[in-house]
């Protein structure tokens, strides 16, 4: 099995910063995609960032300019730098990997059990 762990979430006031990190552990034999998602408070689960093996990022346009993905494949692990932090930014975030666990084996998607971020105004 995979396992994902966040950390680096927080309370920080607007315009602040905030770093995220996610590490992948387990049985893996290889990893595709890594990202972020965030679920704010009655709201559905969002895309917010991803990264692809190949070195290309995809953000939503709400963080456009703010927040910059990062991977350090080495340690399997994925960051979300957050810069210029606003209120409605608030959320519980969610890393996954799109992970192998054997050669023969399928891609699928793991999930991290997330970390919450809240944003004061």
């Known amino acids: 099995q995979v396992q994902l762990v966040e950390s680096g979430g927080g309370l920080v006031q607007a315009g602040g910063s905030l770093r995220l990190s996610c590490a992948a552990s387990?049985?893996?034999?290889?990893?595709?995609?890594m990202g972020w998602y965030r679920q704010g408070l009655g709201k559905q689960r969002e895309l917010v960032a991803t990264?692809?093996?190949?070195?290309?990022?995809n953000y939503a346009d709400s963080v456009k300019g703010r927040f910059t993905i990062s991977r350090d494949n080495a340690k399997n692990t994925v960051y979300l730098q957050m810069n210029s932090l606003k209120p409605e930014d608030t959320a519980v975030y969610y890393c996954?990997?799109?992970?192998?666990?054997?050669?023969?084996?399928?891609?699928?998607?793991?999930w991290g059990k997330g970390t919450l971020v809240t944003v004061s105004s």
């Open positions: 990264s692809s093996s190949g070195g290309n990022v």
């Open positions: 387990g049985s893996i034999f290889g990893i595709s995609g």
């Open positions: 996954y990997c799109n992970c192998k666990t054997e050669w023969a084996g399928t891609w699928r998607n793991y």
